[in-house]
C-alpha cells in the first residue's frame, strides 16, 4: 500500500514538474507580445500624448499583465519616488531586478536595457526610432521562442510524465 502511494506521487511530481516546463515555454511568446503591445503604447504616447515618462510608464503597467506591467511599474515608481535618479539607471536595475519575475530570456533583456539608455536623453524622434527599433527586435525573439514553444513544450511534459515513470519502475 505504501510503495503505491509513493509511486502515485512520484508519478504526480514528475508530470508537475514536466507540466511546470511546458508552461514556462507557452509564457515567454506571450509575455513577449506584452512587451510590444506595451512598446506600442509607449511610441504612441511619446508620439501624440506627449505625456511625461514617469506617467506614461505608470499607463503601461495599468494597462499590461503581470510579470511584465511590474518592470514598468517599478520604473515609474523609482522615477517618481527619487526625482534626481536617471531614466537609464532606473530603467536597467528594473529590468535586472525584474526579469527573473519573467519567462523572457536574455536577448529580449538586453533589447529593453538597451531602449533604456536612449528613453529621456534624446528627442522625440531619435526615441521612437529606438522603440520600433527594439519592437522589431522583440519580434523576431517571439518567432523564435514560438519555433522553441512547438519543439519543447509537448516533449517536456511527455519527459516528465516518463521520467517519473522510470522512477516508479526502478522503485519497484
Excluded at 502511494?5 to 511546458?22: D, R
Amino acid at each position: 500500500m505504501m510503495q503505491l502511494a509513493g509511486a502515485l506521487l512520484v508519478m504526480f511530481a514528475g508530470t508537475m514538474i514536466g507540466y511546470l516546463q511546458s508552461v514556462r515555454f507557452a509564457a515567454r511568446p506571450r509575455q513577449i507580445r506584452q512587451l510590444l503591445h506595451a512598446l506600442q503604447r509607449l511610441e504612441t504616447e511619446i508620439q501624440y500624448g506627449q505625456t511625461p515618462l514617469p506617467q506614461a510608464l505608470a499607463r503601461l503597467a495599468a494597462i499590461v499583465p503581470a510579470p511584465v506591467s511590474g518592470l514598468f511599474g517599478s520604473i515609474s515608481s523609482e522615477l517618481a519616488k527619487q526625482p534626481g535618479s536617471t531614466v537609464r539607471d532606473s530603467w536597467e536595475r528594473a529590468m535586472r531586478e525584474g526579469w527573473t519575475l519573467t519567462a523572457m530570456k536574455q536577448p529580449e533583456r538586453d533589447a529593453m536595457i538597451r531602449l533604456g539608455a536612449t528613453l529621456g536623453a534624446s528627442g522625440r524622434e531619435d526615441q521612437i526610432k529606438h522603440v520600433r527599433l527594439t519592437m522589431h527586435q522583440l519580434q523576431a525573439e517571439e518567432s523564435a521562442a514560438r519555433e522553441e514553444q512547438l519543439k519543447y513544450e509537448k516533449m517536456c511534459r511527455s519527459l516528465g510524465m516518463l521520467g517519473a515513470a522510470l522512477v516508479v519502475i526502478l522503485m519497484l
